[in-house]
């Protein structure tokens, strides 16, 4: 796309208050003639951070178009406000063509600047300032540390080493800056959006005072990777807490079906110390209900919901009518699908697929015809999986495959590894196992552990004996330890033919590798729980 560029700075023709009226910034009167005249450039830098200041600062562009007709040549710090103004009113480009244009670029210059762009989302334009800055010899503050290490946790386009982190933390040490609480905080989260919880408990530790900000990061990272009782003794230490570290708390334990009971636990306690929920609170809450399949706590959370203006919100919603489902209560979730003032394509998502799952796949299917063509609602790749699921379960073959070949032919949508799992379960549930074979030796790649597993499953389902001998030892190729539901199956499969040789020969192929199958549990609702 071609960038134009602002007019050049003309050399000075110092501005004259008769000759040219500067725009006045917010809430400013023409103050009266006095003398000696303020110099321009003191006059600029003074409206200028008045519009930066301001809630509306678009305005005081106009001062720079003014500049540009007058030919007047700005001071560097003049130049820096109006780079300033650029980037608050978001245009980066005008941004930019004033950073180029600097007398002197200094290394506060860059720091707004890749501030700057690192706010709007671009990653590798802040990544590529910074390299320039170090090669123009300047060095970098705690503040470039900073917004490179902020870059390091941004889902930005650009690849970023996942070492970026200690590699800025060296730096850091190498070069003597003096650490402050948002550099520390900073290291944090960038260690701990990389995995390295270690390194982010190490910076952690190292912080005399332990800020709000830096212990919902540990909390939430410990959490990521199952480590409760890290999380727990952090949320213990910390002495003033927030809204945002009790739902890292909230969150952390609705993730996990073990835990999920505690989450309920901890929003006691914060309704008793009078902190309002926000909607990531009521978010995870939904989500440990979820996980218990415990409707009833779930509609004394809807209640309170609906006493705040969140419930109109479309994730609550959404959130509410998935919770219903996973608890088997179809009609009370679609009573939130019918009441929900918007929906998006994840909403109708979440109906499709409650009604699939809970037995439900005419209406499931009816309403995925709905979607597309009565509201124009373009189905995502799990929507796909929903509808495919629910032909599946209705046994209509026919209908799955033209369900199937829409995703590329109408949605331009690649089927993934779960959809052709989904068909080869679609065709060999209707007891068409060579075709569903057939099927998953045509993919256009090779096929994974899903797809063959969903094979494995039908052929003991119909009593295929060589199917299913196919279909598993493709299966133990692919992951010859990491299946222990698959060896069992296919050992069911030889019983049931009589093989007993054979049966106790996979037996001892399972011992001799140490695989073995984890014992099968339910989870049960109860009154008095």
Request: hydrophobic share 40%; net charge neutral; glycine share 6%.
């Amino acid at each position: 796309m071609k960038v134009g560029r602002l007019a050049t700075i003309r050399p000075s023709t110092l501005l004259s208050s008769q000759n040219h009226k500067l725009p006045l910034p917010p809430n400013q009167v023409v103050p009266p003639t006095q003398s000696p005249a303020p110099h321009p450039d003191t006059t600029l830098s003074s409206a200028l951070q008045s519009y930066i200041n301001s809630d509306n600062p678009s305005p005081g562009q106009k001062i720079h178009a003014h500049i540009l007709k007058s030919g007047f040549r700005p001071n560097n710090n003049v130049s820096i406000k109006l780079l300033i103004l650029h980037l608050k009113c978001g245009s980066l480009k005008y941004a930019r063509q004033m950073f180029d244009e600097l007398p002197a670029r200094t290394l506060s210059s860059y720091n707004y600047l890749i501030s700057g762009n690192l706010k709007h989302g671009e990653v590798e334009e802040s990544i590529n300032l910074v390299r320039r800055l170090v090669l123009c010899g300047e060095r970098p503050d705690g503040y470039t540390f900073s917004m490179i290490l902020k870059a390091s946790t941004c889902n930005g386009n650009v690849a970023l080493p996942s070492s970026l982190g200690r590699m800025v933390h060296a730096q850091i040490i190498k070069s003597d800056v003096e650490a402050d609480d948002v550099l520390y905080t900073a290291l944090v989260a960038s260690y701990i959006k990389n995995g390295r919880i270690g390194y982010a408990r190490s910076v952690f530790d190292m912080m005399l005072e332990k800020n709000i900000v830096c212990s919902t990061s540990m909390i939430s990272g410990y959490m990521s990777q199952g480590s409760v009782e890290d999380a727990e003794d952090i949320f213990r230490r910390t002495v003033e807490k927030d809204v945002v570290v009790f739902n890292a708390m909230i969150e952390g334990y609705s993730k996990s079906v073990g835990s999920a009971k505690k989450s309920l636990e901890v929003y006691i306690d914060m309704q008793r110390l009078n902190f309002q929920p926000n909607i990531s609170t009521f978010a995870s809450l939904i989500g440990a209900c979820s996980a218990l399949a415990a409707f009833e706590i779930g509609q004394q959370v809807q209640c309170q919901l609906m006493k705040t203006n969140l419930f109109v919100d479309i994730k609550m919603g959404s959130a509410l009518l998935d919770m219903y489902s996973k608890c088997g209560r179809v009609e009370e979730a679609r009573r939130i699908f019918d009441h929900m003032p918007q929906r998006n394509v994840f909403s109708w998502t979440s109906m499709i697929d409650g009604y699939g799952k809970n037995g439900y796949p005419d209406e499931a299917l009816e309403l995925f015809s709905i979607m597309r063509k009565e509201h124009h609602i373009k189905p995502n790749f799990v929507t796909f999986l929903s509808a495919l699921s629910a032909c599946g379960h209705a046994g209509l073959v026919d209908k799955g495959l033209d369900i199937f070949e829409s995703m590329k032919r109408d949605y331009s949508i690649k089927p993934t590894m779960e959809h052709y799992a989904c068909m080869v379960d679609l065709l060999g549930r209707a007891g068409r196992l060579h075709q569903a074979w057939e099927f998953a030796k045509g993919m256009p790649e090779r096929p994974n552990s899903g797809v063959w597993a969903a094979l494995l499953s039908s052929s003991t389902v119909h009593g295929d004996i060589e199917m299913a001998r196919i279909a598993s030892d493709e299966l133990f190729k692919l992951n010859p330890d990491s299946r222990p539901g698959a060896y069992v199956s296919f050992s069911n499969n030889l019983a049931a033919a009589g093989k007993w040789d054979s049966v106790s020969e996979l037996r001892e192929k399972m011992k001799a590798r140490g695989i073995s199958k984890d014992i099968g549990w339910s989870l049960v609702g109860s009154d008095s729980n």
